[in-house]
């Protein structure tokens, strides 16, 4: 079982998702760019954010699932709430900013489909205050479990730690990128779960972690662990994902897969954690399933599988 002290939390209670949504525009170049002129691509717009693609899977999966995310009173901002609303997702405590514009993250990827580098405005998150947090106690003891993403401010991040201690509940989390990972660290004894890639983790534990070195992840994993949380996860590219708890540690391969676009993949491997938690799968098995979840998500052009469920991911690690 994942290492957690209480009795056994079962899928009819809801999950609670707190973070970043957004509008995710994908460019992946025709062949090599060059500076100082436009290059031939296939550009893709979709909903994203870390936690709105975390919702939307765990809600395909069937959990129960209610988001607190903020956008800006605009047209992107209806048009991503109707999206996320149905999927099945609870929007009630949804905040439309009118000072903020919805969050945008824009990429650029290589020729073969990996991130070469990224641009985001999540400045709308600003408006996910503590006040906020602290006025929707209900949410948390109604709740199983806590999912957050690092994009959130310090303050924020710990009044959500601090109703979760109060309503006994688990808090997982995202690292979301290396610039804004290092908020979590105040919190890293009161996190169940962690999922940092090796840009992250390396920024977290002061490891560098590379993905073709297996051993380089797995010693950052103990390393979080040693630092006082649960459990860490960091996936590494095409080498599979490295973990570790207080009890064991270890690795799962990858599933070789084409990748249509990256965004996305570690969302649905962590949604899929979640939902194996929250069923009482074992933690090995889990990740073998969150790893097929993320190849899944690979092939697809988009941050989320719109048919994702449990039987699709089990046909894609057979």
């Known amino acids: ?23 995710d525009i994908v460019g992946r170049p025709v062949e090599m760019p060059e500076p100082n002129t436009s290059t031939p691509a296939k550009v893709r717009p979709s909903f994203g954010g870390v936690s709105r693609n975390v919702a939307e899977n765990l809600s395909h999966l069937g959990a129960n699932v209610e988001l607190i995310t903020a956008v800006g009173r605009d047209h992107f901002g209806w048009q991503l709430l109707e999206h996320v609303a149905s999927s099945g997702v609870g929007i009630d405590y949804c905040i439309a900013s009118e000072k903020r514009s919805t969050a945008s993250y824009l990429a650029v990827l290589t020729e073969t489909g990996a ?7 999540m400045r709308v998150l600003e408006t996910i205050t503590p006040e906020y947090i602290k006025s929707h106690t209900d949410l948390f ?3 199983g479990l806590v999912f957050v993403d690092a994009n959130l401010s310090e303050e924020t991040l710990a009044a959500i730690f601090d109703e979760a201690r109060e309503a006994d509940i688990p808090v997982w989390a995202d690292a979301a ?29 002061d490891i560098e972690v590379l993905t073709e070195e297996r051993d380089s992840a797995m010693q950052a994993a103990r390393k979080l662990v040693n630092m006082g949380l649960h459990s860490a996860v960091i996936p590494i590219a095409e080498f599979g994902v490295c973990y570790a708890t207080p009890e064991t540690n270890g690795h799962i391969p990858a599933l ?18 979640i939902y194996c ?14 790893v097929s979840a993320a190849a899944l998500t690979l092939r697809h052009p988009g941050t989320v599988v719109p ?12």
């Open 1 to 23: 079982m994942f290492p957690y002290e209480e009795d056994s939390l079962s899928i009819e209670k809801s999950v609670l998702v707190i973070g970043a949504a957004g509008l």
């Open 115 to 121: 991130l070469n580098y990224a641009l985001y405005d």
């Open 141 to 143: 003891n109604e709740a």
């Open 177 to 205: 990128s290396h610039v804004v990972a290092p908020r979590l660290m105040p919190f890293l004894d009161q996190i169940m779960l962690l999922n940092a890639n090796a840009h992250e983790a390396s920024y977290l534990t």
């Open 256 to 273: 070789h897969t084409k990748i249509a676009d990256p965004t996305g993949a570690g969302d649905a491997f962590t949604a899929t954690l």
């Open 277 to 290: 938690f929250l069923n009482d799968i074992e933690m090995e098995e889990a990740l073998r399933l969150g």
């Open 307 to 318: 048919d994702l469920s449990l039987e699709k991911i089990y046909d894609q690690m057979v």
